[in-house]
C-alpha cells in the first residue's frame, strides 16, 4: 500500500510540475507538452495534480476541448472508483 501512495504521490507531481512548465511554455511562445501526455498522466492517477496545476497555474481552464476530456476522465475515474468499493469489480 506504501508504494502504491508513493507512486500516486510521484504521477501527481510530475503532472502538476509538467502542466506549469507548458504554461510557462506558452507564454515564451516554446514548444509545448502534448494535451494526450497530461491526459495519460491523469488518467493513471494524476487527476489531482493536473487539477491543482490547472487552478493555480491558470492553465487550460479556457479550453472548452480540455475542459470536456478532463471531465470524463475525471467522471471515468469517479465510476471506477464507486464499483470497486461496492465490491461490483
Known amino acids: 500500500m506504501e508504494i502504491f501512495l508513493l507512486c500516486f504521490l510521484f504521477i ?3 503532472v502538476f510540475i509538467l502542466a506549469g512548465y507548458d ?5 515564451k511562445n516554446k514548444r509545448r507538452i502534448p ?6 498522466l491523469q488518467l493513471i492517477g494524476g487527476t489531482p495534480g493536473l487539477l491543482t496545476a490547472m487552478l493555480f ?5 479556457s479550453k472548452t476541448s480540455f475542459i470536456v476530456k478532463f471531465s470524463l476522465i475525471f467522471l471515468l475515474q469517479g465510476i471506477l472508483v464507486y464499483l470497486y468499493l461496492t465490491e461490483k469489480i
Do not use: P, S, V
Request: charged share 25%; no cysteine.
Open 35 to 40: 494535451e494526450n501526455t497530461l491526459f495519460f
Open 12 to 14: 501527481n507531481i510530475i
Open 57 to 61: 497555474f491558470r492553465h487550460k481552464t
Open 23 to 27: 504554461k510557462y511554455q506558452a507564454r
